[in-house]
């Protein structure tokens, strides 16, 4: 055993000695945006290091009594060492000129937060998402990195960091909130027979479903909040061309899915940006699902997984667990906000100048979009 801990701490030493050379090699090439992520890779590496050569220390000291023990500290060191390897290096590695935008808004949004703002960013290219771990690592396609019209997904991203951040407070929000569903699906008369009992299995399916329904209905919430119509529209356009899947889920693919089906998202967003007083932003939403979902000969159907009559428990679960995350707000002048007026007084202001750009020129939003981004980067904010 003495041999073979040896063997493996020293191929893990060297491993870790090439990843510090290829990091080292790679600190001037990434953007100044990307320092502290890699400050913090680097730190962590360093730490790992020291403790495979303390496994080798120990090793040489040629007794048996510890060696379970270094077993055990050499897996853990092997497991974050390719979690590191695997995963966390790759932002850096994959980094280039262009990731300021992204990077920059990341920072931002990051520093408006208490719990948040001391938390290194990075990002990689792959679907929307998020690790909501320190550093955290958020998710993007690569075309959408280059523009502004999909940034604001991010801040729904940022919402899982919140909820993680919250977590405890968070989890007894959305147990009420699965207690007052499940009270919602009792039947008006019950019995004790088959029917019944089939019922209830059914019940318990649904209320254990939304235990993931709610923490994505708070981050879309978050969204808005954050980022106001320019996260509505950025959603509603993202998800609306997908297809079917985004309307309608057959009964037996709603169990246990992660995420509710997008047209009850929609709806939510909707009436959260109607309540906000954006009423003509609500009526383009929902006018435009309904034309796609017409076109589609498709009718809304979800099987029982969600109903109007939930709707005034969700909306005021969802208000408490944002009291308790406290996401930064955006504000009505960043809504506002015309042509000639600067775009620059906050990212919120510039995203929501975006879309509005965006409706008005489609065709020569582009150009716009170019100098807007060069702006911004060049920018204090």
Known sequence: MRDILKQNNVALRHEIEQLRRILKDARDKIP?????YEVKIANTCSDLQQQVLQNLEDLDFEQDNPLKDILSNTQLV???FHFLNKQQVSPILRARTSDRLCLKLLLWLHATHPKTKNIPVAFRDEEFSIWPIEPTIYFMPCAAQQ???YLPLFFHEFGHLLYACHRLEMNDLVRELQAEIGDLLLPAVQRNDEYTQE???NRNVIVETWYEWAQEIFCDAVGFVIGGPSFAYAFSMYMQMLGRSQYHVPKE???RRPHPVTWIRIQLITERTRREG????ASV???TWSAIAEAMRIIEDYDGFYDPTFFPVIQQKIDDMLTEAAPREFKESEVSITETESPLTSPIALLNLAWQRFWEDSEGYRVWEENAIATFLD???
């Open 278 to 281: 954006y009423n003509a932003v």
């Open 78 to 80: 092997t497991r974050a």
């Open 199 to 201: 019922q209830e299995a």
């Open 379 to 381: 920018s204090e904010i």
């Open 253 to 255: 693919e709603l169990i």
């Open 32 to 36: 100044e945006e990307l320092k502290n």
């Open 285 to 287: 939403l929902e006018a």
């Open 147 to 149: 523009g502004l019209l």
